[in-house]
């Protein structure tokens, strides 16, 4: 098995669902040596998700003890800025500095274009990039080694419109463009910045009638996968992947938007 990850500390945000890309990273950043600590938001899974997402915060911690790491998680509620030092220094306090951070936490809402309010902005805002922007400041802030890794998941907002999800696909077409900037300010501090596209993912919204739309689309004739998504993120925080920063990556499997 490959440790390329040994001894280091991640923090993973919006990990609560057991089939959800959050969890994948989790478990891929173990397998390589990663210690973990997540993050949590369950009011905000009961209100999004319902019947077959699986929230088990304690689960997931005992598959990743499983494999030789220390792991331990947070229920917060990351729109509330207060909120995020505190985070770092209870990480810090309780699994050491980390160096790997996986910005996975998302707001995501449908709504009809017409029905945009302040609020929902609001809302989308908080978490898809005020939330990742300072946790990724404030994680650069206390970075103390030689390597550090930012990955930060978004949705290829640049590769065409997302229908029906105008606040989401605000929000989230503006992590490319933080992606871009903050890799050229924290570089000299030796960590890398990224950005992480899956395309469609099947973390349980996907129903056998959704599939025959999707599937076709797909020229690998399968739907993307969580561990997908998570062995590439988890890549990105490697040794190998140091000479990869300032890229929105599409990893899609061939995904063919017309």
Same mark, same amino acid.
């Not at 003890?65 to 030092?85: A, F």
């Not at 709504?111 to 945009?116: A, L, R, V």
């Not at 650069?140 to 419109?161: E, M, N, Y």
């Given at each position: ?5 040994? !001894?280091? *500390? ?6 609560? /669902?057991?089939? !959800? ?45 499983? /494999? ?31 160096? +790997?951070? +996986? ?7 449908? &709504?009809? =274009?017409?029905?945009? *309010?302040?609020? +929902? ?25 030689? /390597? ?11 590769? !065409? ?8 696909? $605000? ?12 890799? $050229?300010?924290?570089? &000299?501090?030796? +960590? ?8 469609? *993912?099947? *973390?349980? =919204? ?24 998570? /062995?590439?993120?988890?890549?990105? $925080?490697?040794?190998?992947?140091? =000479? ?9 499997? !061939?995904?063919?938007?017309?």
């Amino acid at each position: 098995m490959n440790r390329s990850l040994e !001894g280091r *500390t991640a923090i993973v945000t919006g990990a609560s /669902r057991l089939n !959800g890309i959050g969890a994948a990273v989790c478990l891929e950043l173990a397998n390589r040596g990663a210690h973990i600590f997540f993050t949590t938001w369950g009011t905000y899974d009961t209100t999004m998700h319902t019947g077959n997402h699986t929230n088990d915060p304690e689960l997931l911690v005992e598959k990743l003890k499983d /494999r030789g790491v220390k792991s331990l998680y947070e229920e917060i509620d990351l729109s509330v800025s207060e909120h995020i030092p505190a985070l770092l220094e209870k990480v810090e306090r309780d699994l050491g500095t980390p160096t +790997i951070l +996986i910005n996975n936490a998302c707001m995501s809402q449908s &709504h009809n =274009w017409e029905d945009t *309010t302040s609020a +929902i902005l609001d809302a989308h805002y908080a978490i898809n990039i005020r939330a990742t922007t300072l946790l990724s400041i404030e994680f650069a802030k206390r970075f103390i080694g030689d /390597r550090g890794s930012i990955v930060h998941l978004t949705s290829g907002q640049s590769k !065409g419109p997302m229908l029906g999800e105008l606040a989401y696909a $605000a929000t989230k077409g503006a992590v490319d463009a933080l992606t871009i900037s903050l890799a $050229a300010e924290i570089g &000299h501090k030796g +960590i890398t910045v990224n950005a992480v596209n899956p395309g469609p *993912t099947d *973390t349980g =919204w996907i129903n056998p009638e959704l599939e025959k739309i999707l599937l076709p689309k797909f020229p690998g004739g399968k739907i993307g996968k969580p561990e997908d998504a998570a /062995r590439l993120v988890a890549f990105l $925080a490697t040794p190998e992947a140091e =000479w990869i920063t300032g890229q929105i990556i599409h990893s899609e499997g !061939g995904f063919l938007r017309q």
